[in-house]
T-cell receptor
């Protein structure tokens, strides 16, 4: 089975801190995604990556950046955390972009910014 | 840009009965995929069912089936013989299959529907 692992399940950070959310997948998938999930809004795409060192903005990239130095790892970075970034963050991966390949999700990281 | 709308924030069903969750989407593309994902309290997203837009036949997976109406841009999920384990948040999602489009390869989600199953 494909496994997408988000190393931190629950984090509490202070306003202004730099926050790293890490995601690792074990199936040699080309594509990786970061979503945030908020009540009533569903999941919204922050960034995605279709190859190592490649990234594209999603629908809500403001206040976030990403890093993909190795194929299996995709990091989400909050340069200066703010309270409106309190949310659940979901990482996902898929084999390729253009087909109906299943997108696999991690278990989520709950981030609270105080 | 594509949008996905789930107009039912919450639904409930009695165990063993049937429930239908609604989803509509907006797109100008002809080639795409539609999905239903289940998110139980553990928060692990699980793929329930997938539909290719070019297929007229509705997808089915055991107790789960869809009613795909391409012209109406509607994609509802029917759960038959509901079980307590079906209680979860359900998300409808769209993924473009058109290379070069702005939504190519990305999943666009609806707002979600919380399903409660009563014993």
């Amino acid at each position: 089975d494909v496994k997408v692992t988000q190393s931190s399940r629950y984090l509490v950070k202070r306003t202004g801190e730099k926050v790293f959310l890490e995601c690792v997948q074990d199936m040699d998938h080309e594509n990786m995604f970061w979503y945030r999930q908020d009540p009533g809004l569903g999941l919204r795409l922050i960034y995605f990556s279709y190859d190592v060192k490649m990234k594209e903005k999603g629908d809500i990239p403001e206040g976030y950046s990403v890093s993909r130095e190795k194929k299996e790892r995709f990091s989400l970075i909050l340069e200066s955390a703010s309270t409106n970034q309190t949310s659940m963050y979901l990482c996902a991966s898929s084999l390729s972009l253009g087909s109906g390949n299943t997108i696999y999700f991690g278990e989520g990281s709950w981030l609270t910014v105080v | 840009a594509q949008t996905v709308t789930q107009s039912q924030p919450e639904m409930s069903v009695q165990e063993a009965e049937t429930v239908t969750l609604s989803c509509t989407y907006d797109t100008s593309e002809s080639d795409y995929y539609l999905f239903w994902y289940k998110q139980p309290p553990s928060r692990q997203m699980i793929l329930v069912i997938r539909q290719e837009a070019y297929k007229q036949q509705n997808a089915t997976e055991n107790r789960f089936s869809v009613n795909f109406q391409k012209a109406a841009k509607s994609f509802s999920l029917k759960i038959s013989d509901s079980q307590l384990g079906d209680a979860a948040m359900y998300f409808c999602a769209y993924r473009s299959a058109s290379a070069g489009g702005t939504s190519y390869g990305k999943l666009t989600f609806g707002q979600g529907t919380i399903l409660t199953v009563h014993p």
